[in-house]
T-cell receptor, first 112, second 111 residues
Framework: DAGVIQSPRHEVTEMGQEVTLRCKPI?????LFWYRQTMMRGLELLIY????????DSGMPEDRFSAKMPNASFSTLKIQPSEPRDSAVYFC??????????FGSGTRLTVV | RKEVEQDPGPFNVPEGATVAFNCTYS??????FFWYRQDCRKEPKLLMS???SGNEDGRFTAQLNRASQYISLLIRDSKLSDSATYLC????????????FGTGTRLQVFP
């Protein structure tokens, strides 16, 4: 199994641009999670899906952030327009409902 | 107050030392508890689950005290390769997949 796959690994963009982060969960996992990690705030849950349906998006910071999961093998997190304070590492994780989660390698986003 | 609180460290210990990390959680409805390890610029990875009776995995021992809402991780005979950040993780409640991560305790093992 290839594990959770995220792309891109690194993204540098200018303020105001749209950013799209991508995630492919582990096959057979029915829950998918998007996290943001910064030095100041640690690992924060943004949104999670169960069977492709958004269950809890209370962690999404504001309307500039949106996430979709069109099928069981793909999810996107979009930021439009991006701002410098969005700079962070964004992790995607998936779970088979066992309580534990497997993380992707993350996308390191820098907004200048 | 954060839902999961940890001492950020860093803990600087020599090789061979025993080191213990503590963590407290605020939600008494939490049912599942874990320790994750995160290496610098890498993703978090599951180190071990924490069971009510306490459990051991090689040099690592995890304990849970539900009454005090307290979790601990003990590392014996520290290795250089144990240097990492250790994240205390708690679920939100029984019927959810959501996990709450502490901000982590950084361990640095020196020769």
């Amino acid at each position: 199994d290839a594990g959770v796959i995220q792309s891109p690994r690194h993204e540098v963009t200018e303020m105001g641009q749209e950013v799209t982060l991508r995630c492919k969960p582990i096959s057979g996992h029915n829950s998918l999670f998007w996290y943001r990690q910064t030095m100041m705030r640690g690992l924060e849950l943004l949104i999670y899906f169960n069977n492709n349906v958004p269950i809890d998006d209370s962690g999404m910071p504001e309307d500039r952030f949106s996430a979709k999961m069109p099928n069981a093998s793909f999810s996107t997190l979009k930021i439009q327009p991006s701002e410098p304070r969005d700079s962070a590492v964004y992790f995607c994780a998936s779970s088979a409902g066992t309580g534990t989660q497997d993380f992707g390698s993350g996308t390191r986003l820098t907004v200048v | 107050r954060k839902e999961v609180e940890q001492d950020p460290g860093p803990f600087n210990v020599p090789e061979g030392a025993t080191v213990a990390f503590n963590c407290t959680y605020s939600n008494s409805a939490s049912q599942s508890f874990f320790w994750y390890r995160q290496d610098c610029r890498k993703e978090p990875k599951l180190l071990m689950s924490v069971y009510s009776s306490g459990n051991e995995d090689g040099r690592f021992t995890a304990q849970l005290n539900r009454a005090s809402q307290y979790i601990s991780l003990l590392i014996r005979d520290s290795k250089l390769s144990d240097s990492a950040t250790y994240l205390c993780v708690v679920d939100r409640s029984y019927n959810t997949d959501k996990l709450i991560f502490g901000t982590g305790t950084r361990l640095q093992v020196f020769p």
